[in-house]
């Protein structure tokens, strides 16, 4: 996705702003997590979004977005992320399901996601999507004043390795909160101490999306949904969050 390549430093009020959007998201967000259920269609999903965020006055930033044709991304088992929601695509017990919620609220943009197993799942499934969480936690411990992109990267990156993850790399976390997609650029791999400066007042979101396989993905003839190439399982998780002299401020409360 095209970014603009200068990284915004937002002024205390557009930072209010991105909190606010922030919140939306990410009650749009559990209220969808809470509603996962068998026999479900993710369209289903995709128009209990749309009431949700209706009800909370926001609304979906992905809708149109270089044409996306849904409200949210919803990407079931090997679909790693942008999957696009379908009458045809029913979840079942034990699936993994990843939900990509992107509002729009009071002109800022807010961003986040999350996998959730449905139901009790396989134990390797509910271990996939805790040690995803921990390799989100480990790129927001570095998410600091005067470290860079990079120790982001590499410590999602450690994390994934530890567990002989698959890490996608066409793919990144970004800048977030003016708009959807902001510079820098923020890969899930890579060396630390390299990359742009992390400064006060940036915002940011840090998305790993992992595979249970191999690490390569193809992209469905609908031109969107991400699906690993080898059908193995896939986890995302996201979080959007600003820099700040005190660590990381999580945007998207869970
Ligand atoms: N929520 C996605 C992200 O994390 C982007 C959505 S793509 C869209 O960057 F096409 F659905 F808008
Ligand atoms: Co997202
Ligand atoms: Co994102």
């Known amino acids: 996705m095209k970014r603009s390549d200068e990284i915004l430093i937002k002024t205390p009020a557009q930072l209010a702003g991105c909190r606010a959007a922030g919140e939306k998201a990410a009650e749009v967000l559990r ?32 809708f ?5 044709p849904a409200q949210t991304c919803i990407s079931v088992n090997e679909a790693v992320i942008h999957g696009v929601p379908r009458e045809d695509v029913v979840i079942h017990d034990g699936d993994l ?6 509002v ?3 002109g800022f943009v807010g961003d986040n996601a ?29 998410a600091r004043p005067g470290n860079r992109v990079g120790d982001i990267s590499h410590a999602v990156e450690v994390v994934a390795n530890r567990y002989r993850y698959g890490i996608v790399r066409e793919y990144v976390g970004h800048g977030c909160g003016v708009s959807m997609h902001e510079a820098p650029e923020i890969p899930n791999y890579g060396p630390s101490g390299r990359g742009p400066l992390l400064r006060e007042g940036m915002v940011i979101c840090i998305e790993p999306m992992l595979t249970m396989g191999s690490r390569r993905i193809r992209v469905l003839d609908d031109g969107w949904t991400v699906v690993t190439a080898d059908g ?10 600003a820099i700040t ?3 990381p401020e999580i945007l998207t409360p869970r």
């Open 64 to 68: 149109g977005y270089y044409g996306y």
């Open 104 to 106: 729009s609220y009071g």
């Open 114 to 142: 999350r996998t959730v197993v449905v139901g009790e799942g396989a134990p390797e499934a509910r271990a996939f999507v805790e040690r995803t969480e921990e390799a989100l936690r480990a790129g927001i411990a570095a």
């Open 245 to 247: 002299k005190a660590g």
């Open 31 to 62: 209220i969808l997590c809470e509603a996962v259920r068998p026999g479900m269609s993710t369209k289903a999903l995709d128009d209990f979004a749309l009431e949700a965020m209706r009800s909370l006055g926001c609304s979906s930033a992905d």
């Open 97 to 102: 399901v990843s939900i990509d919620i992107t």
């Open 232 to 241: 193995s399982l896939a986890c995302h998780t996201e979080q959007m969050l």
